[in-house]
């Protein structure tokens, strides 16, 4: 049986990702003391072969938290800090650091952090809003090109599934001028039970 | 230059014939195998993504329909490859295989290894192919690009530092 994912399925899922990230945000907005705006959730449904359509900037490279979802719903996260917008983000946390080699290892930890902390806000409401059980695992940090990171994933996902499904909310920082991307990959095994709890909440 | 540059993106595949130049970037834990015939100056390289086609799990997953996507499996690609490399003019004895990327990118997917499944299918099914694997560049925690010179057969290799 074969069954596309319609657009109504869609919106629900985006909106699900609005939830997920608006409290993820506001922990970064609470972490860091600024205001943080959240662009639109911006979807990925396709074949894992288009990918390259999706992703933009792709040799740029970023610093990336990468956690991976555990539970009721599998999948994997993201927070993607560009070229420079990681230093002015442990800047704020840690506090200028002068020893170039202290500050790349403050900087890797202050991401991972980020990450543990971010995850751990947008799962919170997930699992509250969804009722399902979920939960992140460490997160590791790796400094690579956009796509590198991205393909890499994609494969992992494409063991099991020729499809994937990725979620992009964007948080600009206007007032240090950085822009992060929080991008959710939801495991495509994992779909039907998040349309089915949606479901469930408004029986 | 830039016209005889042919750009290949993750699950596509190229063969030409001359001076031209494949390249790609993105290269993670897939791998691009570039094949070569010195000879007739024919040659074609493939990013793959993952080493064999697996069927999707039947559960209550929401299964997609799924077009071929042949340059996706590692096995698949290198077999159509060969096959469009001699087509394009190459003779199969002369040919030689260069492989690039199959790192382990993230210490999160770390019992899953598909940067070396990957680069051990590309050998193997190489191997069976009895095409000579000449140089690699893989494995590592890196990702890569790079450009093949179909003139002259050098793979240009950048890794990301």
Sequence with gaps: MTQKINDFQLDQLKEIMNIGASHASTALSQMINKKVDLSVPRAYVDEIQNLNKFIENKDEEVTT????IYGDAGGVMFFMFTSGTEAKITNILIGNVQNDKERKELE???VKEVGNVLAGASLAAFSKFLDMNLLHSVSDVIVDTIDSIMNSVVAEIGKTSGMALIFEVKFIIKEIDVETKFLFFIDPGATGKILDAIEAKYK | MMENTISINTGE???????????TSGIGSC???CLHDNINKVGGAVHAMLPTRVAPKKSDTIVFEESDGVGKYVDEALVKLVDDVVRAGGKKENLRAKIVGGSSMFKVFDNSKIGNDNVKAAEKILSLLNVDVKAESTGGHVGRSAKFNIGNGVVEVMVRM
Excluded: C, N, P, R
């Design chain 1, 65 to 68: 938290a990468i956690l991976k």
């Design chain 2, 31 to 33: 791998v691009f195998v």
């Design chain 2, 13 to 23: 595949m190229a063969v030409a014939k001359g001076q031209i130049t494949i390249e």
């Design chain 1, 108 to 110: 890797i930890s202050a």
